[in-house]
């Protein structure tokens, strides 16, 4: 069974650091990409980034570039989404999904980012 | 960026009637490989999306038969052929034929 289990609900204040886990597993990890989408509260969805674990390369959507970085460890079947230093606004749930022909097949069930001061 | 527009934003559907979201791209979604870069999510309250359809019109894997999905080009069309109350949420469609890959803003759908 595919599954993707990422890490538990953070609070941070403003210009924290933060780095939050999606771990793959029932597949083999490095023969699909994973992509970040961020659902800000009450909000849609919006893709952020991908990555290819087999050799980390990534995209980065222009609105996210610079902001936050993907990596990912194939050794351990990991992807990671990280920031240098948080900002209010970047409150919500961030969903890790692998990918499919671009599009998110199989998803985790969300990593929710506080933010507040 | 290539805009996804959804409509309508909501729908009110009576168990066991028919239910219809349009999906409308600010360019073609087809591929010089013949595919058309179009899938449907439903995410349910609480819970992360879910794939309902890929490429236009494949279900994926454990989706009931009463989800279809049609269209072409710029133009596409989910269709619920008779509604039960476990298919309330939003439901999204999004392209990824271009990065950024882009989502449409939602249609909620909600039981009479």
């Known amino acids: 069974e595919v599954q993707l289990v990422q890490s538990g609900a953070e609070v941070k204040k403003p210009g924290e650091s933060l780095r939050i886990s999606c771990m793959g597993s029932g597949y083999i990890f490095t023969s699909y990409w994973i992509s970040w989408v961020r659902q800000m509260p009450g909000k849609g969805l919006e893709w952020m980034g991908r990555i290819d674990p087999s050799d980390s390369s990534t995209n980065y959507s222009p609105s996210f570039q610079g902001h936050v970085t993907i990596s990912a460890d194939k050794s351990i079947s990991t992807a990671y989404l990280q920031w240098n230093s948080l900002k209010a606004s970047d409150t919500a749930m961030y969903f890790c999904?692998?990918?499919?022909?671009?599009?998110?097949?199989?998803w985790g069930r969300g990593t929710l980012v506080t933010v507040s001061s | 960026d290539i805009v996804m527009t959804q409509t309508p934003l909501s729908l009110s559907v009576t168990p066991g009637q028919p239910a219809s979201i349009s999906c409308k791209s600010s360019q073609s979604l087809l591929l010089s490989d013949g595919r058309t870069y179009l899938y449907w999510y439903l995410q349910k309250p609480g819970q992360p999306p879910q794939l309902l359809i890929y490429q236009v019109s494949n279900r994926f894997s454990g989706v009931p038969e009463r989800f279809s999905g049609s269209g072409s080009g710029a133009d596409f069309t989910l269709k619920i052929s008779r509604v039960e109350a476990e298919d309330v949420g939003v439901y999204y469609c999004?392209?990824?034929?271009?990065?950024?890959?882009?989502f449409g803003g939602g249609t909620k759908v909600e039981i009479k």
């Open positions: 999904a692998r990918n499919r022909d671009g599009a998110g097949e199989y």
């Open positions: 999004v392209q990824s034929i271009q990065l950024p890959q882009t």
